[in-house]
Nanobody
């Protein structure tokens, strides 16, 4: 499974961004896809996940502000991020889990200015 994330950038607090992750390869048996982020000096943390049957999970810190979705027609994962805060800044990584193996994209940088 290959993952290519895009859509990061610089935005003011309160603004919005939409991240995209294009998937290719053996994606038909992917069980779940999600987004993680890593801020400087911090460990990578879970942001949101969508299971193959459409169930979604979110970190408490983003619930109500972020929405994860998946377009199976073009094998793309999205993360709509609204009401962004400076603490949302970091490198966002796309993740896919297939047969208990995790695959990662290269990351896209999100910077939220106060």
């Amino acid at each position: 499974v290959q993952l290519q994330a895009s859509g990061g950038g610089l935005v003011q607090a309160g603004g919005s961004l939409r991240l995209s992750c294009a998937a290719s390869g053996r994606i038909r048996s992917v069980n779940a896809m999600g987004w993680y982020r890593q801020a400087p000096g911090h460990e990578r943390e879970f942001v949101a996940r969508i299971l193959s049957r459409g169930v979604t999970n979110y970190a408490d810190s983003v619930t109500g502000r972020f929405t994860i979705s998946r377009d199976n027609s073009n094998d793309t994962l999205y993360l709509q991020m609204n009401s962004l805060k400076p603490e949302d800044s970091g490198v966002y990584y796309c993740n896919a889990r297939r047969l208990a193996v995790d695959y990662w994209g290269q990351g896209t940088l999100v910077t939220v200015s106060s």
